[in-house]
């Protein structure tokens, strides 16, 4: 009776077979991990595009002019807007208090263009008065490669469109009707994001005349 088994060259063969399914099994694994990683990662970057920008347009939409009659107290621009750089005024809720009312606060968004990224300063009116600043940049975006702001007046009567756009805004413009943000994501190609935010312009601090 014939002994029944493998011989050493079936063994060989079946461990070789064995061997290159197993690698192929996991190079399919691995390949398909880094995508979800590289997918997740941009989806990460995605979401905090879209909180910056709703975090921007929440801020813009509370914007105010303020005025001071008293004559000691500097003159701080309203609104002053350049091409990558804003700042203006805005009416924060403050929970220092109870119950909580709105306080002005100065709000400045930025790109650090070395680190890029979408910086967000916060400061209180007393601060801006002194010319203080007791808190670092909050860092709200990274991976941002260009960031591009345009404000939208009323063109003169008549004009078509009615509205136009200029690369920078000042003060004595008052507040701009509206605020175009376009932004560059910096993965592994630029995707760009625009928003636009309508401001319902209001004034803080002129005295209140009766009829």
Known sequence: MRNKGFTFIEVMLAVSIFAIVAVA???????GLFAW??????QNLYQDIRLALNKMAGDLENAVLYSDSEEEVPKIPNFAGLENELSFYSLMESFQT?????????????????????????????????ETMKQEPEQIAANIS???????????????????????????????????????LKTTKD?????????????????????
């Open 146 to 184: 260009n960031l591009n702001f345009s404000y939208c007046y009323e063109a003169t009567e008549g004009a078509q469109p009615p509205y136009e756009w200029k690369d920078t805004w000042n003060s004595e413009q008052g507040i701009p009707q509206g605020i175009k943000i376009e932004l560059t």
């Open 191 to 211: 995707i760009p994001f625009t928003k636009y935010v309508f401001i319902p312009a209001g004034e803080k601090g002129q005295e209140e005349h009766e009829e």
């Open 37 to 42: 990683r590289s997918a997740q990662e941009t």
């Open 98 to 130: 109870v119950p909580a009312h709105p306080e002005i606060r100065r709000i400045t968004y930025r790109l650090d263009e070395s680190t890029h990224i979408l910086q967000r300063l916060e400061q209180t009116f007393p601060e801006c008065v002194q």
């Open 25 to 31: 099994i996991n190079s399919t694994f691995g390949a």
